[in-house]
């Protein structure tokens, strides 16, 4: 059972429009917070967008999934996992980018990771754009490759853009797996659609053993049946979860810089993540939440009950580790 | 056959962008009005939302559901039934809240649906929050109880808020039973889902008898059987419908106070009220619409899309018993 | 192999979100541009919305169209195609409407697809209004009737507004059988629903035997069954597509005049237009965006998106007729 | 005194958010009500825009109006009239347009307002574009040519539009010059300004002797002088009020299809409808108010704000004229 | 000297769009935190806007301006103030209200303000709709009347809503002086504007010698001169300063419940502020800022603008007054 | 005069929100054109925000611009400039920036200008953020340093953010100054305001004799008394114009990442570009315009408004220099 300092604020004590916010209505602690090594899952932000090469924006998404978040209640009514009883969970606050230097940038983001990592805590992270997922990777998973369970509309595994810059939201993994931070065997990428330079993705994706499950099979073979399969490839190792909510259909998700129409619509956005109980998950992020393309806040509210999902599965896996 | 000075306005008559805007166009006859008597069918707006705890807003509902309601036009394409032809229908005006004092605005809503009841007025609501359901019940419902077929993403059957009040949009239905409005084992609550507190409501409806239908069930069953369960257990007798467009996925309704992603589409939307023929319906309504948060008016548009198709079914009901 | 000079700006050289937005970073190759003569298709904007019996706006789509189109690649990941290697494609700019008569824009229009059809251009058109289908059709069509699928929530075969105007959008499709420039036979009109006035548009189509498939039968049998029924229809003859992005339903494109909810997705929306491969469409359109409900854009994007669809299956039957 | 039936609902009886909207919550009389003859000034919505040769939308301003006008108050705090108890006042309805055809709008508008004038009644009208003027000033000014004061960014003095139309919004007080229903003379521009194509219709206003007042001298010179300079022209004389949303900067009042920057705020656009006090205003207009760009309803708020000034010197007019 | 660690947290160490948002990034410390008893000023959000009678919302304004406060730096550019070296400033958090109950929320707030005063914390409060400002007052003014200077476009000062709703927005300053908390005599009321019911509310202010100073007057004299006259109202005496958003024209703070058009600049909006200085000022608030009519957060953002003005001149009266 | 080739498209013969939108609807001529060498005034897109440091957007400046910049006409209206037919002006297209790499766009951009600036053309630039003036500097004054009239609200003359990046949207004046490209003792600012962190802009500014025009003193001294101070300083010498659309007060340019309240109106905003005639202007730009803060499309209507009269004085100094 979690302390009770590690409970959400009920809104029978503050209304959920009220309070300063906090992911999940959460205490902030910070990592040089004294009780920073009592907490199991950290909620971290990640306010930054330096990988985008076309719509920014993604560095306003923790802020405003907080906002959002403070809706979010104590029991998940499908699964009836209840997290914040099972393990401390905590706001570790936001990851301090760089906006004006992308490599700085990378830098700050994989050390405050690698604390994170030291201290035990398993980090849920809001984005941030899709590149904020190898700072993390390099923080969390420098020891041994991992698995990677992706939603997404796209691969993510391009070389460089311009000819050049290796560094953006479209080449995180392509840099993940030659850093050794991702075992490609135990990938898939569930999601895949939409236009297309050319093949240069899907033939690095085939050379290095990377699973990609465009959206026609998806919806042709159900979500069971597609879930299964990632159970397997995740070979019950550890594995991270990174979820773009560009995989979500954009009338659910308009909130993002690169949409493609013809996604899964709320209700199977979480169910995947339901499916993936069982799966032995090490941390996990929700990225590019784009607020300035987000007026209605709709975008921030599925993204944060997507991480309420995660935080769900997390928290029993977490659980299921640490027994005790 | 109804009588023409019930028919809307014709767009070929007034365009649809033109003239005051009544709802669906009907003649504006008020409780005072020299032809009340005629009136068959109400439709009332509850411009309230005085027992919203987190976002405000439904009192505006009304006033936009008018608005968009021009668009609506004479025939349904689905069911090929043309109420405004079955019986006499009228814009009975606004109920008037006191927006400054609740319980004074409760008393104002059950006093005027009482006199609605009284004249042989079979009431459409547009809310206004959920809790204007209460007074609704309390004017037609006093002599005998009835029972409801119930469509939102929450039960609305919590006891109290901080610790004390009684009266809140997640409380109506808790008081209704309690007050012997509702008989408890003829309501059917469709489409539950969303984060929560504790089980309280549930372990109240188990108590009582009134059955839950979670959202996975529904998509599991599929709406045809849902549909038909819920006509067994509205079971022949005197039912009230009640409509929170937050039953809908906030994709298709954003405008609404207390969205939960993972609903129904606006095919389902309308299916179910469609599935409604047969009930003997004795009044409806639809609640929660909250234009603040509905810039493009999207919500409102699928709100009274769905009244259109709740009056056809109440039409036929009414006609029904009165074959005339 | 289509020449290089047609190929659209690619995002490597200059970002998605830069330089002048033609349609799909194609050239602009004016009617009058020396290399007219090379073009195959032509993407056409047609801002002119003064057909509007409702709520006006598209005259801006082809802008805003334009705009969101620079964010398609140049493969279709879902069937290969890679339109732009396949044909000569260009941005003839728009057909210049007269605001303020509207016989004269549709003189103007008809003659500026006269004058498309000679150079031997297939026309690809970004809407305005549906009632710019007739100028087309009788710039097309004006040798010989040709087929149609049409995808729409409305029939638009009535025949006047306010007991007289015959030239509305609602009412292009009866003027077209009337003039000889649609042969009803092999017309077959996907997705109508929402209310109305009468059968009078019912009744027309039945009279000249013009095919209805309602969004109810359309849902049953499935995208599949029903396109391949439209196969049929269009009986391996010329056949034009016209689209309506009302067809779509309003969460997924709010941006439209007269919206219907419960309406397919957005897969759906391209799967029905993937399922026109082996028609021989001589021409298509997509219209009905209107910005000034469209804040997001989302609309645009799908409406854009269709497009690109539209384009990959119409350059491959421009392909299968001139395959040199 | 004026009756009490032509008083507005209280916000004391019905929130200022219930009820149907009428303007600024007046009774609703239409032309053939019985009450008819007892109107002295007559509230019309012109939901017309068949005239814009941009960005349409005005033909959704009476009804935006009327929404925002629930928000008006009894008296005018500072000039302390009090202009329902001074005169009877009503919502007559909206004048019903053919948005299909552009010369049949222009007479039935006409028609309409010769009604009016028939009966006595004073009109204020809200439209719709500024091409409705015209089909006004036929209605009422068809004896004896009058005087306007006239409030906008452009002089719409122009001939003709592409070379031929001659009724636009650009159009309609050259036609009202030409068909003697404005004495020039007694004309006058006040607040013009932006960018020009030629000088045409500065050639005309000083070919006829209308005062063109540009926005640098209205500032050089202060309200207080231009309006006394306004005074003299209209001479004591029959003048018709026509103010265009367009006068006022955009920045106050964005919901306009033609906006030019750098124009007075809202106290000053308030202002000069004040320093009106004293002319024998036979008729006045509002135009150009255009939802679709206005998001907020600020530019409607603005709109009906002004139209409650123009009222209060109307009914001081028509009081001063009808002493009993 | 103030404590740095009541220094806010600064752009160079942390991106203004990242962390968790506290007022202008202070830190949050709760009444019951161990270094209150430090704290000088404390800014507080009052989350309630039970008190709305037309267009609910204020209730999200704490947080929105939380949001927006990130973007104010620590200096004065105009004054040179650089408020958080003058004295300790924090975050006290929000103060909870209960949505549900009108006289419960009422008693929260005045308990939580006087246990603030106890504690010898001056109070900066950000609404909340303006009834926050009774309590408030009750907290802090309970022992003997203060004087008042009131920037809004209303007064307040109405005895009942719907004839016997005493508490209000519109009675907050009535029910103040009856209680004897504010001392009329020392009370002025700048930017009075807008339509009225009747002149209760001015009689009313007149009987007991408030002085109110309307718009008209407020730009004809010019701010030095009135606000002048405004310290010489307040006397040099403990004098609570109350700012209503909807003191600014509604082009310039659009997101408020009941704007009035016709008022000051942003420009003007600051130097009232600014010419507060010397005033002996024991409390200030900003009210009635409503993000659901405030789309864009520039309300918000001027809000806070304002905010940051008053917390310069209360910072400096606190040093004057503790000047160790 | 001008050749015909260069002049916009006329509304007359395309309405003006029809065509693929170039700057003021001229022709599109890139620097590989043909005709570039005929081109006097170049308009260039310079679609790039790496610069940004607080909220992204300004690389969707362009789009946005050109879009609007269609409304504009021929001549200008209060000073009678017909800039068109002056000079032959085009649009260049957008300068291609790398989004993922800071050095590398200012290293392409410099290029671009500098071969700008070989051809003879003067460039009138819209951003992008305010680090596009360094590289355009760089292009166009390596030979010698220039003087600037700069309005904004920001001094952009930090020396680095985050302890180390030199190069952002707070800096290039700076470098600009260290680099040789301004002669100090030639550079006026005008309308700084907002809060700030520290002094160390305003210590660079006196050490190096850059003059500071505070709003304050902008407002009291009135515009022809601080203009003709800056004409002296640009002392009839070569002037770069540099305009940040955050000078304007961010009512009437809400879309823009720093936006500071208590600024200039857009009359204003207008004037002071006026007051320009004379100065010896060898290039401008107008940055900041941020699309998605600007849903409305408000900032870029004032914006290309600004650009207009930007180009007329621009036109008018190019001739001056060319009087052929």
Chains 1, 2, 3, 4, 5, 6 share one sequence.
Not at 146 to 166: C, E, K, P
Not at 230 to 257: L, R
Not at 291 to 311: H, N, Q, R, V, Y
């Amino acid at each position: 059972m979690s302390d009770p300092f590690f409970h959400p604020v009920s809104g029978f004590d503050l209304p959920r429009f009220a309070g300063v916010a906090t992911f999940m209505r959460l205490p902030h602690v910070g990592l040089d917070d004294p009780r920073i090594g009592e907490v199991e899952i950290g909620l971290i932000g990640a306010p930054w967008d330096g990988g985008t090469t076309n719509r920014p924006g993604p560095r306003h998404g923790p802020r405003q999934l907080r906002d959002l978040s403070t809706m979010i209640r104590a029991g998940n009514g499908a699964t009836g996992i209840r997290p914040f009883e099972l393990v401390n969970c905590a706001d570790l606050g936001d990851v301090p980018p760089n906006p004006a230097d992308l490599m700085d940038s990378l830098e700050r983001m994989s050390s405050f990771y690698a604390r994170v990592k030291q201290k035990g805590i398993v980090p849920l992270t809001a984005g941030g754009d899709h590149l904020c997922s190898l700072p993390i990777l390099r923080g969390i998973a420098a020891d041994a490759p991992v698995g990677m369970i992706h939603f997404d509309s796209h691969t993510d595994l391009f070389d460089s853009y311009f000819n050049g810059s290796r560094f953006t939201h479209g080449t995180p993994f392509r840099r993940a797996v030659e850093e050794g931070l991702l075992d490609p065997k135990r990938v898939v990428q569930i999601g895949i659609r939409g236009t297309s330079y050319d093949t240069e993705d899907l033939d690095f994706a085939k050379s290095v053993g990377i699973r990609l499950i465009r959206i026609e099979e998806f919806f042709d073979r159900g979500i069971a049946d597609v879930m299964a399969e990632a159970h397997e490839i995740a070979g019950g190792k550890p594995t991270y979860v990174s979820y773009d909510i560009d995989f979500v259909d954009p009338a659910f998700a308009p909130g993002t810089g690169t949409p493609e129409v013809g996604g899964p619509n709320s209700f199977q956005a979480l169910q995947v993540v339901r499916e993936l109980a069982g799966v032995d998950i090490i941390g996990a992020d929700l990225v590019e939440v784009s607020p300035p393309f987000d007026a209605s806040g709709g975008t921030a509210w599925l993204g944060i009950s997507i991480m309420f999902e995660l935080l769900c599965v997390l928290a029993t896996s977490v659980k299921a580790r640490n027994p005790a």
